[in-house]
């Protein structure tokens, strides 16, 4: 199928087909219509987006989706190695909530100082 019908039946614009077969998370092949050239797409295509589109809701990057899609293209994809890319999500997203934590806590801590950092002189 066509870039277009790809696009209609995953709920995806098509410059987001070609942004996922750029980072080599969906295949395609090439045909000729005479001096034109196209992609053209199999079913697969569709549902590798769908699971692009959630592993995004996941949080994660389309950098990160890249082995994970390599291991299920080549059909290497078990659900060891998917639950070790949630972990390691999970983790992640752990780190950025203590760190924006004790950013928090530092905001506040200035918010009630007399004198917070950021007021200018003639604020004071």
Excluded: W
């Amino acid at each position: 199928m066509k870039i277009g019908e790809v696009a209609r039946l995953s709920g995806v614009s098509k410059d987001a087909v070609r942004l996922y077969t750029r980072y080599g998370l969906i295949q395609c092949t090439y045909e000729n219509a005479g001096s034109a050239q196209y992609a053209v797409y199999d079913e697969e295509a569709v549902e590798m987006i769908k699971g692009i589109k959630t592993m995004q809701s996941l949080g994660f990057k389309l950098s990160e989706m890249k082995p994970l899609a390599e291991a299920y293209q080549a059909g290497t994809l078990n659900t060891a190695t998917g639950r070790a890319a949630l972990r390691a999500k999970l983790e992640e997203i752990k780190t950025k909530q203590t760190h924006l934590a004790e950013l928090a806590a530092q905001i506040q801590h200035k918010l009630s100082s007399p004198h917070p950092a950021t007021a200018s002189h003639r604020e004071r």
